[in-house]
């Protein structure tokens, strides 16, 4: 059992020419499966360090977001309210506003001035309570890159404003940003108009294709 033992550890050992000792055994085998290891091991490493290198870039990618709408402003909404006046039941109000604004250029950016085409009527029991509202409203105001719309001459139209809004910053998929938006109203038609703030939470979370064009 001695010599068979010996016998392994001096064949194991035959390629040194110093000793035959067991230990002198372990360190070149150690070393020999080093040396034919080793160019395993840094193409491990190579292929882990790419690996890791496409995955940062492929989440660490940032866009920038901003308002590119078309030139025109268009706008169809219809509303239906429950009227009460002084707690008393009146009647079902709806509204439809529509609007086509081309816009003008100043100072480089685009200013809309336009009208907003107004018709309101109020009915119970399917009879009409009212001449109801067929107006036609001036708006003018601005949108710049984020969204972010400017009023200058505000009677109440468009009731949506600022929405949606987008950060300067530049941002990657599952970032999120806050903006301020607006919602104007005028429920009797009379020009008291409530400007009510939204705050609305944006999140990025991944790219689509409509209309065979990227979109966010």
């Known amino acids: 059992m001695v010599k068979n033992s010996l016998r392994k550890i001096i064949r194991h050992c035959e390629f040194c020419s110093v000793c ?20 395993h091991l840094l193409l491990r490493s190579f292929l882990a360090i790419t690996v890791i290198f496409l995955t940062t870039n ?29 707690n008393k039941y009146v009647g079902l109000t709806s509204r439809e506003v529509k609007s086509f604004i081309t816009p003008s250029y100043s100072n480089g950016s685009k200013v809309y001035d336009g009208l907003f085409y107004v018709e309101q009527d109020t009915k119970h029991l399917a009879q009409a309570i009212d001449d109801g509202i067929h107006n036609a409203i001036t708006s003018v105001f601005k949108i710049d890159e984020q969204g972010s719309m400017t009023m200058l001459e505000d009677n109440g139209y468009p009731s949506f404003r600022s929405f ?7 941002i990657s998929k599952g970032d999120s940003w806050e903006a301020k938006a607006e919602r104007a ?21 991944n790219d689509q294709v409509f209309n065979e064009r990227e979109v966010y």
Do not use: W
């Open 20 to 39: 035959h000792c067991e230990r002198s055994a372990a360190i070149h085998t150690s070393k020999n499966n080093l040396t034919h290891r080793l160019p």
């Open 58 to 86: 492929l989440y660490s990618q940032t866009i920038s977001l901003s308002y590119n709408g078309n030139d025109n402003y268009i706008l169809t909404e219809r509303t239906d309210l429950r009227r009460y006046d002084n």
């Open 164 to 170: 949606p809004s987008f950060t300067k910053k530049e």
């Open 185 to 205: 109203v005028d429920p009797t038609g009379e020009g008291l108009i409530t400007r009510m703030p939204i705050y609305i939470q944006y999140t990025y979370t």
